[in-house]
């Protein structure tokens, strides 16, 4: 449902000339499956993410989703994924139904399968009760489900959530990762960045660890523990850092570029 | 991006319908909006009434020495001057006069006529120490004395509270009788009989007492008038005697001319001063506000496109910039009326002229709100989408706001007048063209100008809003983080990473400083070449331009070259060519050159007047026979050729020259090409041949073609210039060219024909020719 070629990004910088976001990545997600991106801040998750819901476009490489390129045609790929992120914001003089009525409409539904929709979402997420409050006056939990209620509005088949937990609370954090999980038993193709192991492990059926625009190592928990002599993913990532850094000297001192470690 | 180019009306509705209510909502914004128009001018209204019926109040004082010597008809009646002698008798309220023979005086006013009393005496010692002498330039010995004395009598004048001292001198009525009787009784006497003591207004220089003295002055002018009519009647003689000629200056204007006049000045100011304010701080609100807040992102991955995007605020940027101006105008034109009649009721048959203009102005105040505002509300969105948070974007209104009010200041200054070049300009057009239309709402003529100005402004709009569209595509503009400048690191960076091929910051750079060099040079310049002998000035004139030349456009290029980049031979396309597209670029020169110059001739009417009548004899001689042909080639067309081809089809053209963008290169090259031409005329040709030559460069890859073309297109202008061609042509050239005496070297149509076809075919080539690509 996703698949990622060769996907490299480059931003031109004023102190290093140029930053290499992302390096080479490509992976696959299918329906029903949560694919976790697990990786420090500044790993490249968010550009990895934005140029698949294609506001950013690569610098080289692609990806197709559901079908659709998202060079070639990126409104196809808009109208396919939900996008939520942890830094998403919403309009504050707006109500938490018309945001989602907003966003529905833009979507192109009519307005008969725009209410069940609403709905339906609104009694999932229990947001009855704030649902005519203005966007400003909710709390940050109420916010997040507004956002995810925004980006399940279309009930789009490829869900893409980046950090979705960052600044919430246990309680609501734990509603989100809850909220992923019942999508993907619908059958959703989902994918989840994080820097949080344990929502990685909680959730994710198979992950790739970034690390500087590059996919160190993917596949699922049990490989991944597997291919390492650790027992916990932690320690693993750990691991599988301290290498790459190491490698990377040693390639600085002698002169010549690493080559990437590929992905499934 | 490939966004497909369809637009989908729906998403731009649903769009745009969020943001208008969004805005609605948006206290400030309404405020803005509504409030402040609806309420300013009504309480700007109310505070001028207020403080001109405070500040009228106050009466000035008028001391008069001598007021016994005063003639009929009566001057002064009790403690003010009689109300016959203003032109309103409400004015003698104004002025308080005080006099010697006044029964009850008070205390102050006791203490006032003593003051005046020791004036005049200072007065009288300042009469003798002037003497004969001019009092505003006396002598040396004198001044020092004349100045003290000055300055004493200013300072009793304002220590006494007097405003205007009036002497009149003892015995005035009787001289004045004697010379009636004189006059009357026809007899001659052996000296003037009109030398005797004058009265005197004295004043401070105090800004309210010279009000007071006007007056005064007015009051004794009406007086003098009755006085001269009661003598010519006594003698007998016709009242027109002092005033054989008594011009009469008849003013034929009619009411609604009138105000009209005032509402074409005043409506088109506060016209783009509110098309801009409302449409600048919705569209920071709609642009910068939406990253700032973090929805940016949120409306990105909505399927509606950027251009869908765009133009929903855009649209809702122009509503409120339309409403504003309409909102103001409607407010403005409530006060003024309400303030007309309430002055017109307490002052009944002085016309302010402020009443509205009549339905046909107000039609065309709302016609022109358009233009305007779209203009304003595209400039102001893409300005509002470059910045990275509100506080930048309202940073962005000063510099938008000086630029506006220069050229709102311009179209009000009395030269510049509605004609087709100022019709095409943008705000300048709309402006004048309103101003005449409020005047005349019907003329023939300025309507004429109407498709002009609207077709102009909507494509100055469109501009601003292909570069907004094309902000909302760039990254680097819409997730600009708020990273921190370091001047160290970015002149590190400069010297480090040397690209191959300028950046557009460093294109701009050079274009800057020829054009600053060329405004910096002009006037010393000018200052040299006229101090020079006459003879030597023409070819003085013609070094110096080679040298400015070499100067401002071949040097900043080859200078910023090695220091900031690091390939020379693509950023100038030092590419070698054939000898048949040099001869391709030498053949469509040979074409376009009568093609062009044919089309500047018919276009004159167009542009105002370049140069003074001087400067254009000067460049005549300048470019005239009398200089060595090899000089003149040397001059006018190889150096330019080489200087103007390496900035604008090298340096320029490289720096904007994109992977499938080579057209936005040659227009920005070609326009900044024209821009350094300085005078209208040049900078419309030299922006068309701009474009051929950016054509020929990027198609070619190579700039060798456009100095070919370039110095053969200047060559041939100037041989044309220097060729004395016989008033009788042979038959063969008859056809071709004609030599008018007047309208000078012309080409017929046979020859302009060949011409057209021969540069079509060459074009036609050129736009097919395989392009080598962009430098980058």
């Known amino acids: 449902m996703i698949e990622v070629h060769d996907l490299s990004k480059r931003f031109p910088d004023l102190q290093q000339g140029e930053i290499v976001a992302l390096d080479g990545v490509r992976f696959t997600v299918d329906p029903g499956e949560v694919f976790g991106l697990l990786g420090p801040n500044g790993a490249g998750k968010t550009t990895c993410l934005r140029i698949l819901s294609t506001i950013l476009t690569p610098t080289s490489g692609t990806a197709r989703i559901d079908g659709r390129d998202i060079v070639d045609d990126p409104d196809g790929v808009r109208a396919r994924i939900g996008f939520l992120s942890g830094s998403t914001g919403l309009y504050d003089r707006m109500t938490a139904r018309e945001t989602v009525e907003y966003f529905g409409r833009l979507y192109g539904l009519d307005e008969d399968r725009l209410s069940a929709s609403i709905d339906r979402i609104f009694t999932t997420l229990s947001m009855n009760e704030f649902a005519d409050t203005l966007n400003s006056r909710l709390s940050t939990g109420m916010r997040q489900k507004v956002s995810i209620a925004r980006a399940l509005v279309h009930d789009p088949p490829v869900l893409i959530f980046d950090e979705p937990t960052t600044g919430l609370d246990v309680l609501v954090a734990r509603a989100v990762l809850d909220t992923v999980a019942t999508l993907r038993d619908e059958g959703k193709c989902i994918i989840y960045s994080t820097h949080i192991m344990r929502e990685a492990e909680r959730l994710c059926d198979r992950l790739a660890i970034i690390h500087r625009g590059r996919i160190l190592a993917a596949g699922s928990q049990r490989d991944l523990l597997e291919a390492s002599e650790q027992s916990d993913l932690e320690e693993h990532f750990f691991d599988l850092v301290s290498q790459f850094e190491t490698h990377e000297k040693q390639h600085a001192s002698t002169k010549s570029g690493p080559d990437s470690e590929a992905g499934p | ?776």
């Open chain 2, 1 to 776: 991006m490939t966004d497909r180019p369809r637009l989908d009306f729906r998403k731009i509705r649903i769009v745009f319908q969020r943001e208008l209510r969004d805005q609605l909502r948006d206290r400030r914004t309404l405020f803005m909006v509504m409030a402040l128009p609806v309420l300013l001018y009504p309480a700007l209204g109310i505070g001028m009434l207020q403080m001109a019926v405070v500040f009228s109040e106050k009466p000035r004082t008028v001391v008069m020495l001598g007021s016994a010597s005063l003639p009929s008809p009566q001057l002064v009646d009790g403690t003010a001057f009689a109300p016959r002698w203003f032109s309103d008798p409400d004015d003698a309220q104004r002025l308080t006069v005080e006099t010697t023979d006044q029964p009850h005086t008070s205390p102050e006013s006791a203490r006032r006529l003593s003051d005046a009393k020791a004036i005049h005496k200072l007065f009288d010692q300042r009469s003798q120490l002037i003497g004969t002498d001019d009092p505003d330039s006396p002598p040396p010995e004198k001044a020092q004395e004349l100045q003290r004395l000055n300055e004493l009598i200013n300072e009793r004048l304002r220590d006494a509270g007097i405003d205007v001292l009036v002497v009149i001198p003892d015995g005035f009525a009787d001289s004045l009788q004697e010379i009636n009787r004189l006059i009357a009784s026809r007899s001659r006497t052996a000296e003037d009989p009109s030398e005797y003591p004058r009265p005197v207004i004295l004043v401070s220089g105090d800004e309210k007492s010279l009000i007071a003295s006007r007056r005064v002055e007015r009051v004794f002018n009406s007086w003098e008038k009755e006085l001269l009519r009661l003598r010519l009647e006594a003698a007998g003689l016709p009242r027109s005697l002092p005033s054989p000629v008594d011009a009469a200056v008849v003013k034929i204007v009619g009411s609604t001319q009138e105000s009209a006049l005032v509402w074409g000045k005043l409506y088109p100011v506060i016209l783009v001063l509110m098309t801009v304010t409302g449409a600048f701080y919705p569209a920071v609100d709609l642009a910068a506000g939406e990253k700032e807040r973090g929805t940016m992102e949120t409306l990105l991955i909505s399927p509606a496109k950027r251009i869908e995007l765009v133009l929903a605020k855009f649209l809702t940027v122009m509503v409120f910039s339309t409403a504003t101006a309409v909102l103001n105008l409607i407010s403005l034109g409530l006060t003024a009326t309400y303030m007309v009649q309430l002055v017109g009721s307490v002052n009944s048959g002085t016309d302010v002229g402020l009443s509205p203009p009549p339905t046909s102005g107000v039609f065309w105040l709302l016609i022109m709100i358009l233009p305007l505002a779209a203009f304003f509300s595209a400039i102001s969105l893409a300005l509002a989408t470059f910045a990275r948070s509100t506080r930048e974007g309202q940073y962005y209104l000063s510099p938008l706001m000086i630029v506006v009010m220069l050229l709102v200041a311009l179209a009000a200054s009395p030269g510049v007048e509605l004609q087709p070049f100022h019709s095409v300009l943008p705000v300048l057009g709309p402006i004048l063209l309103l101003r005449e239309l409020l005047v005349n709402p019907t003329a023939a003529e300025t309507l004429a100008y109407l498709p002009a100005v609207l077709g102009a402004s909507f494509v100055y709009a469109g501009l601003a809003l292909w570069w907004a569209v094309s902000q909302f595509h760039s990254e680097s503009v819409l997730f600009r983080e708020a990273e921190r400048f370091d001047l160290r690191l970015w002149v590190k960076r400069l010297w480090t990473h040397k690209p191959p091929v300028p950046s557009p910051g460093g294109a701009i750079t050079c274009l800057a400083i020829a054009m600053f060099g060329q405004v910096l040079l002009m006037q010393p310049l000018a200052g040299w070449l006229s101090s020079l002998p006459e003879p030597d000035r023409a070819k003085a004139a013609i070094w110096a331009l080679v040298a400015q030349q070499i100067l401002l456009f071949l040097l900043p290029a080859w200078m910023l070259t090695p220091a900031l980049l690091s390939n020379i031979s693509r950023t100038f396309r030092l590419r070698r060519v054939t000898p048949s597209t040099i001869a391709l670029a030498v053949g469509l020169a040979v074409a376009l050159h009568p093609l062009v110059q044919e089309l500047m001739r018919h276009l004159q009417w167009f542009f105002p007047q370049g140069l003074p009548e001087g400067s254009q004899d000067f460049l005549k001689t300048m470019l005239g026979p009398t200089q060595p042909a090899w000089l003149l080639l040397f001059a006018v067309a190889l150096t330019p050729a080489i200087c103007e081809e390496f900035l604008f089809r090298g340096f320029v053209l490289s720096a904007f020259d994109r992977p499938g963008q080579s057209h936005v290169a040659v227009l920005f090259s070609a326009v900044a090409f024209g821009a350094v031409h300085m005078i209208p005329h040049q900078v419309f040709y030299a922006t068309l041949l701009g474009l051929v030559l950016g054509l020929l460069v990027i198609r070619t890859g190579s700039i060798w073609p456009g100095l070919a073309f370039h110095a053969v297109f200047n060559g041939i202008a100037v041989l044309r210039e220097r060729w004395d061609v016989p008033t009788t042509l042979p038959a063969w050239g008859d056809w071709l060219i004609s030599n008018n005496a007047e309208t000078g070297l012309s080409y017929d149509w046979p020859l302009l024909l060949i011409a057209a076809l021969a540069a079509t075919v060459l074009l036609v080539t050129l736009w097919r020719w395989p392009s080598p690509g962009s430098v980058r």
